[in-house]
């Protein structure tokens, strides 16, 4: 039997991930704190792992090409993201996925939109998270560090403009010490046209 939609909860108020299907629901978050050797992981990755990694595949094929960078230390990392792809693929129901981990120490994305993907979800392991608002609102919502956020996307089955949620990128240029955002994106494999493994920015 299908559970009962958690309908009209105001969206300050995190609602589980599986809510996504209701029709009022364009975002869904898991508040989560990251433990002592996730934290060193993120930022083990921020100091010594590549600006991206951009893949696509199953998250068998995403382990295979991960595991050679991420030895050791870097094993909590891994071993959180894959579990992300797996609930991602879930939620999703799309045997493969897109794989993104950004380093960000810009204003990236700085305007409030809708992506053109069905669903993305979005895990900051460093620095602030997600910004997001509903359209006709001035406030402003900021996703605290390590929470998981998904959204719907244009593409999604049934979407309306009318429950829409728009999100961005946080600001960093205005902020009084640097920051570096290490963000990782799970969205459907053919998001953002996805044509070649690894592809470097400009490949995007």
């Known amino acids: 039997m299908r ?26 978050q898991e508040p989560r704190q990251l433990g002592a050797e996730l934290h060193h992981a ?15 595949g199953s ?7 991960l595991q050679p960078l991420m030895p050791g230390p870097l094993h909590p990392l891994l071993a959180d993201m894959l579990a992300l792809a797996r ?15 950004e380093k960000i120490t810009h204003d990236s994305c700085s305007r409030f939109h809708v992506d053109n993907v069905p669903l ?3 895990c900051t392991y460093t620095g602030p998270g997600v910004q997001w608002k509903q359209p006709e609102s001035d406030t402003i919502h900021t996703t605290p560090t390590g929470w998981l956020s998904l959204l719907k996307g ?3 089955p049934n979407w309306s403009a009318s429950t829409a949620v728009l999100h961005r990128s946080p600001p960093l240029s205005g902020l ?13 494999p053919d998001a953002c046209g996805m044509a070649v493994p690894h592809a470097t920015p400009e490949e995007q």
């Open 176 to 188: 009084a010490t640097p920051v570096t955002r290490l963000l990782l994106t799970l969205d459907h």
């Open 87 to 101: 609930r991602y693929q879930r939620l999703s129901g799309t045997a493969e996925l897109r794989f993104r981990l």
């Open 42 to 56: 993120a930022q083990l990755w921020v100091a010594q792992g590549p600006d991206l990694f951009l893949s696509r």
């Open 154 to 156: 244009r593409q999604y």
């Open 3 to 28: 559970q009962a939609c958690p309908t009209r909860q105001h969206l300050a108020i995190p609602a589980p991930l599986h809510a996504i299907t209701c029709p009022d629901h364009s975002i869904t």
């Open 120 to 122: 993305r979800l979005l």
């Open 59 to 65: 998250v068998e094929m995403l382990e295979t090409e």
